[in-house]
C-alpha cells in the first residue's frame, strides 16, 4: 500500500523560503515519477512540479526559478524547495506518486504566505 507524509509546511513572509518533503513507502519508489501539487482555496488543484525516477524534471513556470524538486531514491524522498515565495503561493501542498492511471497522495502540508 503506497503511502505518502508530507511536511515542512508553515507560516512564512513574502521572499522567504520553505522546503517541503515527502516521505513515501510501499512502493518501489525509484521506478516512479514524483510529483508536488498544490491547491488554493476556491482554486482547483494544480501540478507545480514533477521528478521523474532517474531525476528528470518539469516546474511549472509561474514558480520556475523559485522553485526545486528534488529526490532520494535511497532514503525514499522527494523534496521541494521553495523560495522567494509570493503571496499567490499560499495552499495546500500535496505530494504525489504517479502510478497511471492513477495518483496517489499523501495528506498535503499548508504554506502560507503572509506579511
Known amino acids: 500500500q503506497v503511502h505518502l507524509v508530507e511536511s515542512g509546511g508553515g507560516l512564512v513572509q513574502p521572499g522567504g523560503s520553505l522546503r517541503l518533503s515527502c516521505a513515501a513507502s510501499?512502493?518501489?519508489?525509484?521506478?516512479?515519477?514524483m510529483g508536488w501539487y498544490r491547491q488554493a482555496p476556491g482554486k482547483q488543484r494544480e501540478l507545480v512540479a514533477t521528478?521523474?525516477?532517474?531525476?528528470?524534471?518539469y516546474i511549472k513556470e509561474s514558480v520556475k526559478g523559485r522553485f526545486t524538486i528534488s529526490r532520494d531514491n535511497v532514503q525514499n524522498m522527494v523534496y521541494l524547495q521553495m523560495n522567494s515565495l509570493q503571496l499567490e503561493d499560499t495552499a495546500v501542498y500535496y505530494c504525489?506518486?504517479?502510478?497511471?492511471?492513477?495518483?496517489?497522495w499523501g495528506q498535503g502540508t499548508q504554506v502560507t504566505v503572509s506579511s
Open positions: 504525489s506518486l504517479i502510478r497511471l492511471p492513477q495518483n496517489y
Open positions: 510501499g512502493v518501489i519508489f525509484r521506478i516512479y515519477t
Open positions: 521528478i521523474t525516477g532517474g531525476g528528470t524534471t
